[in-house]
């Protein structure tokens, strides 16, 4: 049974929309898993890239392809991952039938991720993983034993999540978030040279992305066809006029709320601007296209400021936040409701990116660099909405410094293109990277221009090769190089001091009760809680009495924290797995506001 035709199925059976592009991609894919090609797959947000893994699941459970065994499927946020799992679970559910089921024996999908371990070493049929966890694994340092490792007590048992790699599809989805980080060059190094060693020992892989830059492509492609044969499946490059989604998507209209003025500037004309269009756009907006309106911000803060005025201002009901300082059941609850509600002005920073599905009517966003932008105009009028409205606002700190945490050139670059684009009245179709129509212009005539003066773009890693090829090196050996893929270490606050007992009612808790967050915010949460007068705990994990243990927090414990979480390796061999933080610092539900500002 062949890739093209278990899809077809699922079309038939009504899960997905029928995707021409989609159906060529998979005869495509099947093709190069059989020859042990790199297969590279650019296509626009929202044209169903994860029926990718769902069809290579199914095809694997039915032993229709002897070419992997396993499908490993690589996500930037966790978030993400919490969704990919729950619409995994639905599916498979509907679909499989109970002899197929016997065969398995064993749980299909599992999630594998600093709060929950389900596949410990990337083992399993279908494992959802994180860019940092599948790191770690590959690199030989599986994170269930490097406590071991570190204090000589293991080899490591390395060669158990390589095993899972090397016999698996590997899929790496929303790669530009991890190649075209222009603030940390070091993991789009890395994991560049991860690909050139997967496309040198033939393992199956597959690297999909709706937004990366024809100029960091190129590179990536250049390197692989020294190693293997590569499979560059390009939406850019499709027969458009054969393509229903393209079809469709040409048919609609992305509209600046003002034609001549996209741009507002709040610092000239302050928030109230931005807070009086929105009461307008719900006046304007019409019954029958809805009313959905997302407002979307760079900054936690900003994102707050605007959240706290405009529910006093509306129904309370209807004004949602999301960010990332919510526990992951309360960010469930809200996409659920977001994607239920006609009539939602939702304010978000930019979690709303990756793996949100919902459509929006009105998207006001904060200037930021093209791919991120695309992205959010990625959920502007989706499905069978004809009509889309859309601004940008900015202040000086967002010119100037990229809201502190994007590059302020590429976010300049955003608004060049845009307000050149709009000089020459050409209009942007924000869901087609390329249009036929003389009247549009895609989304790639914003992304590729801005990035022709940037030098970045992923290089060769010497050390991470050398691991990878070698089989002589250790994981101590590894641990001592003090390689590792990010420097901010993340962290996790757990709500209340009701700590359960046992590890695996942690892991059952933590969706509800922990938040992560980058270890210095941890800090500083820790350090002003103190200060007011909170008992604060450490909640670490013994493995030899495999106990939860809880560990006031004074100065000498303030101090060794500092210390660990600085640094990656002490971090992952203390054993911590999160710090309370009292309950009312965290304001839950639908209509709350999440981690609470303690300065």
């Known amino acids: ?265 709040i610092q000239e004309y302050g928030i109230e601007k931005i807070i009086d269009l929105t009461g307008k756009i719900l006046e304007r907006v019409s019954h029958t296209s809805g009313r959905k309106i997302a407002l979307i911000t760079n900054t936690i803060s900003r994102a707050k400021t605007f959240y706290r005025i405009l529910r006093e201002r509306f129904s309370r009901g209807d004004v949602i936040l999301l960010t990332s300082r919510f526990t992951a059941k309360d960010k469930q609850d809200k996409l659920k409701k977001i994607l239920g509600e006609e009539k939602i002005l939702l304010i978000s920073t930019q979690v709303i990116e990756v793996g949100v599905d919902a459509s929006f009517d009105v998207i006001i966003t904060e200037l930021s660099p093209p791919s991120s932008l695309i992205q959010r105009m990625g959920r502007l009028a989706r499905g069978e909405k004809k009509l889309g409205l859309w601004s940008i606002y900015y202040d000086q700190t967002t010119i100037e410094k990229g809201s502190g945490i994007y590059s302020p050139e590429m976010t300049r670059c955003s608004m060049r293109i845009i307000k050149d684009l709009i000089r020459d009245e050409r209009k942007i179709n924000w869901h087609l990277p390329e249009t036929s129509e003389k009247q549009f212009v895609g989304y790639m005539n914003l992304l590729d221009p801005c990035w022709e003066n940037i030098n970045i773009t992923p290089a060769y890693d010497t050390y991470v090769w050398e691991i990878l090829e070698k089989p002589t090196i250790t994981s101590e050996q590894v641990l001592r190089l003090n390689i590792y893929p990010r420097d901010e270490n993340l962290c996790s606050l757990y709500i209340g001091n009701d700590i359960p007992s046992h590890l695996e009612e942690l892991y059952e808790e933590s969706l509800s009760r922990m938040i992560p967050v980058p270890c210095r915010t941890a800090s500083e949460y820790i350090n002003i809680l103190r200060k007011r007068s909170y008992d604060i705990y450490v909640i670490s994990y013994d493995p030899y009495r495999e106990e939860i243990l809880l560990q006031h927090v004074d100065d000498d414990i303030l101090r060794k924290l500092y210390e660990i979480f600085d640094k990656p390796l002490k971090l992952i061999t203390s054993n911590i797995l999160g710090m309370t933080i009292p309950e009312e610092y965290y304001e839950g539900g639908l209509s709350g506001e999440g981690l609470k500002d303690v300065n």
Do not use: W
Not at 103 to 112: F, S
């Open 1 to 265: 049974m062949k890739f093209s035709e278990i899809y077809k199925e699922l079309i038939d059976k009504k899960f997905f929309e029928h995707r021409e592009f989609i159906e060529r991609s998979l005869e495509t894919i099947e093709k190069g898993i059989r020859e042990r090609k790199s297969i590279i797959i650019r296509a626009p947000p929202g044209i169903g890239k994860t029926m990718i893994t769902y069809t290579s699941t199914l095809c694997l459970l039915r032993e229709c392809s002897d070419d992997f065994y396993s499908v490993i499927h690589v996500i930037p946020t966790r978030s993400l991952i919490d969704d990919l799992y729950d619409r995994s679970i639905d599916l498979f559910n509907k679909i499989i039938d109970k002899e197929c089921m016997k065969k398995v024996g064993r749980k299909i999908v599992a999630r594998q991720y600093g709060g929950v371990h389900e596949a410990h070493y990337l083992t399993g049929i279908l494992v959802y993983t994180t860019y940092d966890t599948y790191f770690y694994n590959i690199m030989k340092m599986p994170l269930r034993e490097i406590k071991k490792i570190y204090e000589g007590r293991s080899y490591g048992h390395y060669e158990m999540p390589r095993a899972s790699v090397y016999s698996s599809l590997n899929i790496f989805d929303e790669t530009h978030l991890i190649l075209e980080e222009s603030d940390d060059v070091r993991i789009a190094d890395m994991f560049n040279t991860i690909f050139l060693h997967l496309s040198n020992i033939k393992v199956p892989h597959i690297i999909m992305t709706a937004t990366m830059s024809t100029k960091i492509l190129g590179k990536i492609t250049n390197g692989l066809s020294r190693y293997g044969g590569v499979e560059f499946i390009d939406y850019s490059k499709y027969d458009y006029h054969k393509d229903s989604f393209y079809q469709r998507e040409i048919e609609k209209t992305f509209e600046p709320l003002a034609a001549n003025n996209v741009f507002i500037n």
